[in-house]
């Protein structure tokens, strides 16, 4: 079975802190993302990565950055957490190929007070 | 022109009853239109996908209706059950190779016993 594990089901933070959001694949998957999922938004993304140290902006990168070091992990950053970036945020990964599945992993509901 | 719209937000449907999603879109470059399932604490999965170049996909219960000259595809349950109780997102994207998906904003669905 694919496995996408995201290092903490639950985040408290306070403004003004650097948060960082930790997704591992155990699929060898060339592609990984980033979302954030709020009430009547539906899913947005943030950053994808389609390959090691490659990383391209999604539709909502302001205030974010992503590190992609090893082809397993791909991690989110918040530089300066704010308010309105509690949400709940989910990663991806898939293979590429011609079905482009994506698989997630179960979410890290982060809350910035 | 990269949104895909879909209603209704919310949808109640008796045990045993029809559950019908509706999305749109504009680009007609998207060629594949999934669907994803999202049960309470877990992240989304691939529930049932279609290509333009049919007008209808079932699987199990599972029916996706797909209309490419009014740029719309539905999802069809039918016979729901109260474990079909989730969201559900319709997403498309285009090309072949890599996959970025463009979601659309869910529904939730309850099904009462």
């Known amino acids: 079975d694919v496995k996408v594990t995201q290092s903490s089901r639950y985040l408290v933070k306070r403004t003004g802190e650097k948060v960082f959001l930790e997704c591992v694949q155990d699929?060898?998957?060339?592609?990984m993302f980033w979302y954030r999922q709020d009430p009547g938004l539906g899913l947005r993304l943030i950053y994808f990565s389609y390959d090691v140290k490659m990383k391209e902006k999604g539709d909502i990168p302001e205030g974010y950055s992503v590190s992609r070091e090893k082809k397993e992990r791909f991690s989110l950053i918040l530089e300066s957490a704010s308010t309105n970036q509690t949400s709940m945020y989910l990663c991806?990964?898939?293979?590429?190929?011609?079905?482009?599945?994506?698989?997630f992993g179960p979410g890290t509901r982060l809350t910035v007070l | 022109q990269q949104q895909v719209k879909q209603s209704p937000q919310s949808l109640i449907v008796q045990k045993g009853g029809i559950s019908i999603i509706n999305c749109a879109y504009e680009?007609?470059?998207?060629?594949?239109f999934p669907w994803y399932q999202q049960f309470p604490g877990k992240g989304p999965a691939l529930l049932i996908a279609?290509?333009?170049?049919?007008s209808e996909k079932k699987e199990g219960r599972f029916t996706i209706s797909f209309n490419k000259s009014a740029k719309q595809f539905s999802l069809h349950i039918m016979d729901s059950q109260p474990g079909d109780s989730a969201t559900y997102f319709c997403?498309?994207?285009?090309?072949?190779?890599?996959?970025?998906?463009?979601f659309g904003t869910g529904t939730r669905l309850l099904v009462s016993p």
């Open positions: 680009n007609t470059a998207f060629d594949y």
């Open positions: 997403a498309a994207s285009m090309g072949t190779g890599f996959q970025k998906l463009v």
């Open positions: 279609i290509r333009p170049d049919v």
């Open positions: 991806a990964s898939s293979s590429g190929g011609p079905s482009g599945e994506q698989f």
């Open positions: 699929m060898d998957h060339e592609n």
